[in-house]
Nanobody, 115 residues
Framework: QVQLVESGGGLVQPGGSLRLSCAAS????????KGWYRQAPGNSRELVAI??????TYADSVKGRFTITRDNAKNTLYLQMNNLQPEDTAVYYC??????????WGQGTQVTVSS
């Protein structure tokens, strides 16, 4: 079964950094990862960053702190998160699209920012 798999979450102190990764499992190039979203408890899922067609888009709340990149050879999408703050605490999800246009979501990875 093809799916997206996120990794790299964890517990970090305020001001710390984490790097999230997202890749397709099952068939490496079956899904093109395109964006990162997050969902905090009690909140709806929100956009964090998108990388598509050479263009990147960031939520205002993460601009200057988060960077989205991709490794095309590995078909892997990354999210470098610097200067993390408690309000960044959430489950982070990757989404991507197959060649047929079907959208997929990963299972999510927990990021907790706390002292």
């Amino acid at each position: 079964q093809v799916q997206l798999v996120e990794s790299g979450g964890g517990l970090v102190q305020p001001g710390g950094s984490l790097r999230l990764s997202c890749a397709a499992s099952g068939s490496l190039f079956s899904i093109l990862p395109k964006g990162w979203y997050r969902q905090a408890p009690g909140n709806s899922r929100e956009l964090v960053a998108i990388s598509s067609g050479g263009t990147t888009t960031y939520a205002d709340s993460v601009k200057g702190r988060f960077t989205i990149t991709r490794d095309n050879a590995k078909n892997t999408l990354y999210l470098q998160m610097n200067n993390l703050q408690p309000e960044d605490t959430a489950v982070y999800y990757c989404n991507g699209q197959s060649a047929r246009g079907t959208w997929y979501w990963g299972q999510g990875t927990q990021v907790t920012v706390s002292s």
